[in-house]
């Protein structure tokens, strides 16, 4: 195990893509009644009925809504030519395989028009750097499928090191959070008959050992948190039935999840239980002696694990020991001596007004930080492996787009030739993506896979530009020009934004947008709002619960500064977004509807009142606020797209999809917001598949299909 970041790690399983109004709201006229108001009743909801996932009444209307949807966009003359662009892109035999892994494989799931579900496949790193690899199938999604009737979709397994010979291996039924794990041999290609295995749940599975697995799953009443993930965790041994597994951590209802993580690294094997206590604090505490020694250490302190050392990255300014480490810094500290009670520290990253770390790899001996400097993309490491203080350099790397890490060190392994080895990908908005094969010490680096250009970038062009918001903030965003694009006013503009959970949004490149929209003659803009983590968890904190008006207010300035530099106007511009980004894309058609002509609203939260009793929504209100709290409801409600609908407004013909396998943001919100605008008089579009989870397709075709519609109704709505 590299890293037991397990905040982290729940964070990226809660959320994907993963958004109250300022609190100078409750100074406006007819704040002294807020508390009266926010008491009241809210009326009864006419739709909550659309909440029943599988209900026939509902399916009936949606199968209603997406026909007619389907009908009118289906008929644009840009669908076909765009769906099939899209596949292209998508099913493309150059795309970079992402692999991870584990012992002498690197391991790959590879989905293309003959293997819709995908081939969970490996190779050698000797023969991926070759440039058509010999790849062997280790398992065969569709076949499965096929044999056992049911729609598949992979969500990767867990192996136990260092022969990575046992996985858990974990099926979702259409895209779903939720997932049958069952027992696999990755030697016979196998699962393994009377194995251990676990019915239909959002479980949580580590191995202690070949005969024993720590679980987290639906035990029964009492075993989940409100938000629907595990609270307790069990010691499960092979042979035994479920039902014997020991309690051996619980964590609490209002919790988020209790997880565990085993780390397994030679001299210092160690558990982890943590209770994830909201979204962004956690409490640890390591096995030790058969018992749980709490680790003593601020709940909003991230902690990871490395060999001997503990990383901390403080989410708020923390005094310690006589000094103060700003927000968002990352420390390095001896263990053992820590619980011993010295707090000694070494700061491996300081946060800037501009400089935020993104993220972190661990190689035997080095720490390779990512680094976002005005939202670019730089690297560094910090060199552990001489018995002097640890050496700082810079790593010369392709700039200004972005840069990902990713170490080959199994720390399981006494011998690895490759701990100090490393994946580096780069991408912008107009280079195709690139994956190096770097070693620590040096910048030099092998090219392993490059993409051709999915697109003509001949004449297209990007810059960063920064908007002023409501508060005097300078927002960042970037705009991609297509070729021979001038600012008169007239570009159909799309603008794409999130602006919640800490989760940066960096340049890219996407053979799909390029060819369905730039190439086509659209301007792309990417805001960098508060709320998201491009400037550390300040810029993150800035814009949540009471504030979470701020991440609007920047996105409305935005929106604003590209009707004023003329890029565009509000008849040619759209915005999209997805999930948090739904909900930003709700309150702000809301609140502005004069600024746009054209909305694309992805699986979104959009009920504000109800999300916390809607599946995972309960593992959100450390960044909304409770409904439920008079306060925090006076708030809330102010911005909460589906009690700020009026009849009295004109707003663009809405876009609005979701999936009915979305088992995290559910589906309800979508529906029933199209029920409240259609009611009022407003027209609108819906499409549901179902399928696809919260990621709102289970295959390329069902990706092409459905982002085929979403750009045949932004031409429809911003076409000259």
């Given at each position: ?610 999300f916390h009793k809607l599946l995972a929504g309960a593992s959100w209100m450390a960044e909304y606020g409770n409904p439920d709290d008079a306060k925090d409801w006076e708030v809330i409600r102010q911005y909460s797209p589906y009690h700020n609908v009026s009849k009295d407004k004109t707003y663009p013909k809405v876009f609005f999809t979701t999936s009915t396998r979305d088992d995290r943001v559910h589906p309800g919100h979508a529906r029933k917001m199209v029920a409240r605008m259609t009611e009022l008089g407003h027209e609108v579009y819906y499409y549901e598949n179902t399928e696809g989870g919260h990621g709102g397709a289970a295959d390329n075709e069902q990706r092409a299909t459905l982002q085929a519609l979403e750009y045949s109704y932004l031409w429809q709505q911003l076409g000259r």
């Amino acid at each position: 195990m590299k890293t037991l970041d397990l905040l982290r790690l729940k964070r990226r399983q809660l959320t994907t893509l993963g958004a109250a109004v300022s609190l100078a709201a409750a100074l406006l006229p007819g704040a002294l009644h807020a508390a009266e108001a926010a008491s009241a009743p809210e009326p009864a909801d006419p739709h909550q009925w659309l909440e029943e996932v599988l209900g026939e009444k509902p399916l009936a209307w949606v199968k209603e809504r997406n026909e007619a949807s389907f009908k009118v966009l289906k008929a644009r003359p840009e669908f076909n030519p765009i769906r099939q662009d899209l596949l292209g892109v998508l099913n493309a035999r150059d795309r970079i395989p992402g692999v991870s892994r584990m012992g002498g494989f690197l391991y790959n799931l590879w989905q293309d028009e003959q293997h819709k579900r995908g081939l969970w496949r490996r190779t050698t790193l000797a023969e991926y750097q070759k440039a058509d690899p010999a790849w062997e199938t280790v398992l065969d999604l569709d076949a499965l499928g096929a044999a056992e009737g049911e729609s598949w979709v992979f969500h990767g397994a867990q192996c136990l090191g260092p022969s990575y010979r046992r996985c858990m291996v974990n099926l979702s039924r259409g895209g779903s959070d939720a997932q049958v794990s069952r027992e696999f041999d990755t030697v016979t290609k196998q699962f393994i008959k009377g194995g251990f295995a676990l019915p239909e749940a959002k479980s949580q599975l580590t191995w202690l050992d070949e005969n024993t697995l720590f679980v987290g799953t639906d035990f029964g009443p009492g075993s989940l948190t409100d938000s629907g993930y595990p609270r307790v965790i069990k010691q499960w041994k092979r042979g035994t039935p479920l039902s014997d597994a020991r309690t051996v951590f619980e964590g609490e209802a209002k919790d988020v999840a209790a997880s565990v993580l085993v780390d397994r690294t030679p001299g210092h094997q160690r558990v982890l239980f943590q209770r994830a206590l909201d979204f962004y604090t956690s409490s640890s505490f390591l096995l030790q002696g058969g018992k749980l020694v709490k680790l003593e250490i601020p709940d909003d302190v991230e902690s990871g694990f490395w060999g001997p050392w503990m990383l901390l990255k403080p989410r708020n300014d923390w005094t310690v020991a006589g000094g103060t480490f700003k927000s968002g810094s990352l420390l390095i500290t001896d263990l053992k001596a820590y619980q011993r009670g010295e707090r000694k520290f070494k700061v491996l990253f300081q946060p800037t007004a501009t400089r935020s770390l993104s993220g972190y790899s661990l190689t035997r001996s080095r720490v390779l930080l990512s680094v976002i400097d005005q939202v670019a993309s730089k690297l560094e490491e910090w060199d552990f492996s001489k018995a002097q203080a640890p050496q700082h350099r810079e790593v010369k790397a392709p700039f200004p787009g972005a840069l990902h890490t990713g170490a080959l060190y199994d720390s399981e392994l006494p011998k690895d030739e490759l701990a100090e080895r490393y994946f580096l990908y780069y991408t912008d908005f107009l280079t195709p993506d690139t994956l190096f094969l770097a070693r620590t010490g040096s910048d030099e680096r092998q090219v392993l896979k490059s993409r051709q250009a999915q697109f003509d970038a001949a004449g297209l062009r990007a810059e960063q530009r920064f908007a002023i918001s409501k508060d005097g903030t300078r927002v960042p965003y970037f705009v991609i020009w297509p070729k021979g694009a001038t600012a008169d006013g007239s570009n159909p503009t799309l603008l794409y934004g999130y602006g919640g959970f800490e989760v940066s949004l960096q340049p890219g490149y996407s053979g799909g947008r390029g060819r369905a929209w730039l190439s086509r003659g659209g301007v792309y803009v990417l805001a960098n709002i508060r709320g998201g983590g491009e400037f550390g968890p300040a810029w993150h904190q800035a814009a949540i619960k009471a504030n979470k008006q701020r991440s609007y207010e920047d996105f409305i300035a935005v929106a604003e500064d590209l009707v004023k530099a003329k890029i565009t106007s509000p008849r040619h511009l759209g915005i999209m977004g997805g999930s948090n980004g739904g909900l930003l894309m709700g309150a702000t058609f809301t609140q502005r509807p004069d600024l746009f002509n054209a909305v694309v609203c992805q699986v979104p939260l959009l009920d504000m009142r109800r999300f916390h009793k809607l599946l995972a929504g309960a593992s959100w209100m450390a960044e909304y606020g409770n409904p439920d709290d008079a306060k925090d409801w006076e708030v809330i409600r102010q911005y909460s797209p589906y009690h700020n609908v009026s009849k009295d407004k004109t707003y663009p013909k809405v876009f609005f999809t979701t999936s009915t396998r979305d088992d995290r943001v559910h589906p309800g919100h979508a529906r029933k917001m199209v029920a409240r605008m259609t009611e009022l008089g407003h027209e609108v579009y819906y499409y549901e598949n179902t399928e696809g989870g919260h990621g709102g397709a289970a295959d390329n075709e069902q990706r092409a299909t459905l982002q085929a519609l979403e750009y045949s109704y932004l031409w429809q709505q911003l076409g000259r």
